[in-house]
């Protein structure tokens, strides 16, 4: 079956960096388009940043473009976010998601086909 699992996920001082990993199996993952979205109590899944099947296109939110890096890894069906200059506004569960296309204009979550169960990142002021 589908599986995305995160990981990687901890607690970080304000300006540190961090990096969280997206191991998938169960389905074509060099065909579908990868995310990373975050999310915290009380309020709405929010996109982070997504990458095209090929790594060649990528996308980002303006609250993390420019410190955000998104990546994969299509023989090790891996997906990656680096994130540097962590800001405490930056704390959230973060979760991977897999789509069929990918879009730099379009991010609403309910487009992603499948979700992992999130790992948590904490960023200390």
């Known amino acids: 079956q589908v599986q995305l699992v995160e990981s990687g996920g901890g607690l970080v001082q304000a300006g540190g960096s961090l990096s969280v990993s997206c191991a998938a199996s169960g389905f074509t993952f060099s065909r579908y388009a990868m995310g990373w979205f975050r999310q915290v109590p009380g309020k709405a899944r929010e996109f982070v940043a997504e990458i095209s099947w090929s790594g060649g296109a990528t996308s980002y939110a303006h609250s993390v473009e420019g410190r955000f890096t998104i990546s994969r890894d299509n023989a090790k069906k891996m997906v990656y976010l680096q994130m540097n200059s962590l800001k405490p506004e930056d704390t959230a569960v973060y979760y991977c998601?897999?789509?069929?296309?990918?879009?730099?204009?379009?991010?609403?979550?309910?487009?992603?086909?499948?979700w992992g169960q999130g790992t948590q990142v904490t960023v200390s002021s």
């Open positions: 998601g897999a789509r069929s296309y990918f879009s730099d204009t379009n991010h609403e979550s309910g487009t992603y086909n499948y």
